[in-house]
């Protein structure tokens, strides 16, 4: 295998398997609840997050990844003889990379062995590319050949998801496009996607159900004809549904790889309790 690392972010919630098949370094956000500062899927876990968030009277906020982190892990990996090949969330979305691309500046010499990819997107849509470049490594691949098979998988994948509701969007800033969905009637679930990097609402559904119905359609119209389909499901609290969701999409689409996972606790901050999300990747 060649000497390439591969660093992330705490928001993909790649399975562990995964992290520890391919020896993925994570790199975490931050969520900030009363005053305190917690590690994203290190000191705070999906399960109590959402527990806590259900009856919490103050809502928590996020931050990118520190400078310092991304300098800390980058350097450690040089000096251990790696080049570093880091996939982050989405810069439209949050400003890790930036934190990357100073993280990298820092450095001084060796800061030319680290190359940085914008995913444009996070959670499992990321994962996927993640993903693409360990596979590339277990074939010897170099590092332009792992970029390209990165950019292959984030040109080849998306997510649409379901939310209950658009105040934490709204609130955290990130609703994009979806912002002319506000003020709709309190009833009906937004469809969103990521598009570009950007969160952009696509339609209203009326109800829960017709709404993962719904997610089924659009990845149908996605993954036509294409070969090598891989399809996870992304939940926020709503692992029953997530579940239902991934089963109905795996007979449908017959994929190669399936994964159900966790909205860590930073981008539940930002969707809400209840949302899931479907994505698809494919060759």
Known sequence: MSKIALVTDSTAFLPSESLNQYAIKTTPLVVIWDEKTFEDGVDIKPVDFYTRLKTSKTMPSTSQASVGIMHGTFQSLVEQGFEVLGIFISSKLSGTMQSAIQGREMMGTGKEKVTLVDSLSTSMCMGFMVLAAARALEKDATMPECVAAVEKARANSGIFFAVDTLEFLHRGGRIGGAQRFIGSALNLKPILTLNDGKVEGMERIRTKT?????????????????QNIRLATVHANALTDAEALLARAAQQFNPIETACSDLSPVIGTHTGPGTVGLVYSFD
């Not at 017709?210 to 294409?226: C, F, I, S």
């Open 210 to 226: 017709k709404a993962h119905d719904r997610l089924l359609e659009l990845v149908a119209e996605r993954v036509k004809g294409k």
